[in-house]
């Protein structure tokens, strides 16, 4: 079972820094998780919500705000600096595009242009590149494209929806129901899981065959499973 780390070693920095990110590779995970959004500029960042507030206390709508000011005020990181080191360390990508959204779906279309230029270094260092949401039409849009797609939800029925090859539903469905990778797996589909913090569940996870784990504290997971 791999680890990814969930918005990078989140537990121990700020969430989707670029110190966040660097921890987790000294921290051991196998990968990391991001979430990207478009600024009003039309710069790809790696940011969860969409504003500043909660993490800065200064009120900025990422949408609405140029690049330059959000580096100001919360030190944003570009995606394509995380693609680099994620490169350079040979470190695996999920990658969440986040909706709904005032651009639509054009999250989707810059992101696939930045991956399709970078195909070749990808390749090269051997990661995989996955691309998440938990919105149907953008997963429709990931698969169109040719790209490795993890459909997300926290509420089961939503998997009725699902085409995509990887499900990625929330650690309670795993709890709730021990039989659920078993029967993905049935029907070839690989399971990502999110977010797993708790050793036991951990534990839970591998024990149930899942294939990557979002934790925000990467040192704990191995621990709990026995790395070194």
Not at 115 to 144: P, Y
Not at 180 to 193: A, E, H, P, Y
Not at 202 to 212: M, R
Request: proline share 3%; hydrophobic share 40%.
């Amino acid at each position: 079972m791999l680890i990814y780390a969930h918005r990078g070693a989140s537990a121990d920095f700020p969430e989707g820094s670029k110190a966040a990110y660097e921890a987790a590779i000294q921290q051991g995970a196998d990968g990391f998780e991001c979430d990207v959004r478009l600024t009003k500029d039309q710069r790809i960042i790696c940011f969860h919500d969409d504003n500043t507030k909660r993490l800065t206390g200064v009120d900025l709508e990422i949408a609405q705000t140029n690049y330059a000011e959000l580096k100001q005020a919360a030190d944003v990181y570009l995606f394509s600096e995380l693609l680099d080191l994620a490169i350079k360390n040979k470190k695996s990508l999920a990658i969440e595009t986040k909706h709904p959204v005032p651009t639509g779906g054009l999250i989707e279309k810059l992101l696939h242009q930045l991956l399709s230029k970078k195909a070749d270094e990808i390749k090269a260092s051997g990661i995989s590149i996955s691309i998440m949401s938990f919105s149907w039409f953008a997963t429709q849009r990931n698969i169109r494209a040719g790209f490795e797609s993890v459909y997300l939800f926290a509420e089961p029925l939503l998997l009725n929806l699902n085409t995509a090859g990887i499900v990625g539903p929330a650690l309670q469905i795993i709890k709730n129901n021990p039989d659920f990778v078993k029967q993905q797996k049935g029907k070839g589909r690989r399971v990502f899981v999110w977010t797993v913090n708790d050793s036991a569940d951990v534990k839970l996870c591998e024990q149930a065959g899942v294939e990557v784990i979002m934790s925000d504290n990467p040192a704990q997971a191995r621990k709990a499973l026995g790395y070194s």
